[in-house]
C-alpha cells in the first residue's frame, strides 16, 4: 500500500468493483441505521452455543448487562458435552467424571451471569460432523418451541470448529423466515480461540456490525464465569486467559469509544 493514495487505488478498481463496495458500504450503513432503532430490552433470547464455556466467551458480558439492566429472560442451549474430544476415539466411560465435573460447571458460571434457564445435550465433542444436521435442527426447534424466543444469538458461522459452524447451519435452518417463525433477529458472536482461528484465505472472516457497550462488572461476571470451567480456562496468553477476554473487550470498546464492549454480526433482523 505504500505510495498508493486512497484516489490512485479507486481508479485502479475496476466500475463494478466499485459499485459493489458502494453497494456494502449502503447496506451495511441500512443495518446500522435499523439497529440503533432495534430495541433489546424485555426480549426473550436463545443462546444457542456448541459447547460449555461459549455461552460466556463471546457473549458472557452482554447477558449479564441484558439480564441485569434490560430485564431479559435468556435460555442457553448446550448441544454437546465439550469433553471426550480429548481421546482419539470417543469413550465417554472413560471420561465420565470429567463429564460430570463439566456440568457442574455449567451451574456455577449460570450464577456467574444469571441466565434463568439451562438445556444441556450431549452431541460428540468436535465431532457433530458424524451425526445429521437434522439431529441437531430438531433440538433447536424444540428448544425454541419451548421457550418462544424472538431472539437468538449463535456462533459465527466461519468459526474454525466444527462444532461451532454446524450449530450455526443448524439455527440457519431451525429459523427459516416464513411468516409464522416468531425469531426476527439472528446475531452472532465471536467465540475467542475458535472465530480468529480460521484460515485467512476463507471468506467467511468476522466483520462485527452490532456492538454493545460493557460495564466494568459485566467483564468481571464474564472472567468469573469463565473461571468456573476447569477444563477450559487458560492462563494468558491464551485467548481464554482473563486477561486476553478483558483485552478483547477493551478492544472491540475503543471500537466505538466505550471502555468495554463485545461484537456481534447481525445475520437477520426482521420489523416487527
Ligand atoms: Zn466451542
Not at 79 to 90: A, F, K, V, Y
Not at 229 to 248: G, N
Request: net charge neutral.
Amino acid at each position: 500500500m505504500v505510495g498508493l493514495s486512497l484516489l490512485t487505488l479507486l481508479c485502479c478498481i475496476s466500475a463494478t468493483t466499485q459499485k459493489e463496495f458502494k453497494q456494502a458500504v449502503l447496506s451495511l450503513t441500512h443495518n446500522l441505521k435499523k439497529l440503533n432503532e432495534m430495541n433489546i430490552e424485555s426480549k426473550r433470547i436463545l443462546l444457542v452455543v456448541a459447547h460449555p464455556d461459549d455461552e460466556l466467551l463471546g457473549v458472557g458480558g452482554t447477558m449479564h448487562h441484558l439480564i441485569k439492566n434490560k430485564q431479559c429472560t435468556v435460555k442457553v442451549v448446550i448441544l454437546g458435552e465439550g469433553i471426550t474430544s480429548r481421546s482419539d476415539t470417543r469413550d465417554t466411560e472413560k471420561w465420565k467424571q470429567a463429564l460430570e465435573v463439566h456440568r457442574e460447571n455449567i451451574k456455577q458460571a449460570q450464577k456467574a451471569i444469571g441466565f434463568q434457564e439451562v438445556s444441556i445435550y450431549d452431541f460428540a465433542d468436535n465431532r457433530f460432523d458424524t451425526v445429521a444436521l437434522l439431529d441437531i435442527i430438531k433440538v433447536i426447534e424444540k428448544e425454541k418451541e419451548a421457550f418462544n424466543p424472538t431472539f437468538i444469538f449463535t456462533h459465527h458461522g466461519g468459526d474454525v470448529n466444527i462444532d461451532h459452524q454446524r450449530t450455526f447451519e443448524a439455527v440457519i435452518t431451525a429459523c427459516r423466515p416464513m411468516k409464522e417463525e416468531k425469531v426476527k433477529t439472528i446475531v452472532t458472536f465471536e467465540t475467542p480461540s475458535g472465530t480468529e482461528w480460521r484460515a485467512s484465505t476463507d471468506p467467511r472472516h468476522f466483520v462485527p456490525n452490532f456492538f454493545v457497550p460493557l460495564a466494568k462488572e459485566d467483564i468481571a461476571a464474564k472472567i468469573k464465569g469463565m473461571e468456573s470451567y476447569e477444563f477450559e480456562k487458560r492462563a494468558y496468553p491464551h485467548p481464554r486467559s482473563p486477561q486476553a477476554l478483558r483485552i478483547l473487550a477493551q478492544q472491540r470498546g475503543v471500537m466505538i469509544g466505550a471502555e468495554y464492549a463485545e461484537a456481534f454480526n447481525i445475520v437477520r433482523t426482521i420489523e416487527v
